[in-house]
């Protein structure tokens, strides 16, 4: 049997190159509760990233349930089916009521048109996802707002070193949260952080990742313990000098499976929009059975047999989950471009460790 191939193996330095930030973090004794290596990745990333500030966090869903906690947000949330089940998970555990509208057909992110339909006198916020990393229309998102009177939060989880019309695709909305797990573009093992944009903001969000505490004796909020540790941020120090490294070789394999890929009739691969600069995170293709010959489960349960093992991000749909769907916005009449995107999607391995032969082995089960 031929190696297994994941959808996603985590791109890390050499163990010669982390052992000496191991060897200080032992003799210093720090080891979490924003240590030197904290503040230097949060100096460093607001850097690369070109955003005033950023708080990081030990995993982007308690980014994300900070985040709301950040805004005081309330109420109900417009927010997209289509994502990981963190993104309505935080909504959950602020006992925010999530309010699913549909996505657009071509770019899997919130339908922009479909908003102001979903917006009641309860509403405080919008919760979109630029999935794949893929943009959202954030200007037409913002003008919405706007008129609303209604906070916005991206889970920019999948974002990372992407761009959109020259700027960090972190850099939108009130927050921004990414996540730097191990399956992500830059990971710091598990990880994550809310990119705001003024300073009063960042300090509220720093309290809430540290219980609330603002010193000794004064605790300003229920705040929670969501600390990114020394280890996790030496690790993203380090990440960060190989970060445009990594994303050029996920290029370099997305670019082999479009080619390769483009003129199969009954696949459709992703395109990158004008003024979008991708990370290349992932490389959903979408199926359409009656064209193809096979169904997305069919192919998915085959290379399985294989060894290859693609993921069906994002099914099911969260508005699918039993938490959710008795709510009225989870109607499936209400979300039908992301019910169809859900059941045909596949997601192939991408990741800068992803050797030639290894994309030959995939391609060849699928023109085959
Ligand atoms: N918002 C969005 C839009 C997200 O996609 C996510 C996370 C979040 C919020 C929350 O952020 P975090 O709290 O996670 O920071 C994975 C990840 O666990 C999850 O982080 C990610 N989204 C989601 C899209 O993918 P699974 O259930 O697919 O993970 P798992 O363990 O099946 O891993 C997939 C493959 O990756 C494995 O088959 C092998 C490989 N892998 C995985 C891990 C964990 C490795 O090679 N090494 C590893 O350590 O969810």
């Known amino acids: 049997m ?53 708080s990081l966090f030990s995993n982007g869903t308690l980014a994300l349930v900070t985040a709301l906690q950040t805004l005081r947000i309330s109420g109900e949330v417009i927010t997209t089916p289509f994502s990981f089940a963190a993104t309505t998970h935080a909504l959950w555990w602020n006992n925010i009521q999530p309010v699913f509208v549909d996505i657009e057909a071509d770019t899997y992110t919130l339908d922009v048109n479909k908003i102001e339909a979903a917006i009641t006198p309860n509403t405080t916020a919008i919760l979109p996802v630029h999935v794949y990393g893929y943009p959202c229309h954030v200007q037409e998102i913002e003008k919405i707002a706007n008129r609303y009177g209604l906070k916005v939060i991206y889970d920019a989880a999948h974002t990372f070193a992407a761009k959109y019309k020259n700027m960090s695709m972190a850099s939108f909305g009130d927050l921004s949260v990414l996540s ?68 050029l070789k996920r290029k370099q394999i997305f670019e082999s499976y479009q080619n390769a890929l483009k003129d199969i009739e009954g696949i459709t691969i992703p395109q990158i929009l ?68 859900a059941e045909n999607v596949l997601c192939l391995p991408i990741y800068p460790g992803l050797d030639i032969a290894d994309i030959e082995r995939i391609l060849s089960f699928l023109k085959n």
């Open 2 to 54: 031929d190696n297994p191939i994941f959808v996603t193996r985590p791109a890390l330095p050499d163990i010669d190159e982390f052992l000496p930030y191991i060897k200080n973090i032992w003799e210093s004794g720090i080891l979490t509760n924003n240590g030197p290596y904290h503040i230097e990745l949060e100096e460093s990333l607001c850097k690369y990233l070109n955003v005033p500030y950023i």
């Open 180 to 247: 730097f797990h191990a399956t992500k573009v830059f990971n710091t093992f598990e990880g994550g952080a809310i990119i705001c944009h003024d300073k009063a903001t960042k300090q509220r969000i720093d309290y809430l990742k540290n219980f609330g505490i603002a010193d000794e004796v004064t605790v300003i909020a229920p705040g929670i313990n969501a600390k990114m540790n020394e280890f996790q941020a030496a690790l993203g120090i380090l990440q960060l000098k190989k970060i445009d490294d990594y994303v």
């Open 274 to 341: 004008n003024d979008f600069e991708s990370n290349y995170a992932y490389f959903p293709i979408l199926f359409d059975e009656k064209v193809f010959g096979k169904s997305r489960d069919t192919i998915y349960e085959n290379m399985k047999t294989k060894n290859i093992f693609s993921r069906r991000y994002f099914y099911p749909l969260i508005s699918e989950f039993p938490t959710y769907r008795g709510l009225k916005s989870a109607s499936p009449n209400n979300l039908p471009i992301a019910l169809r995107v």
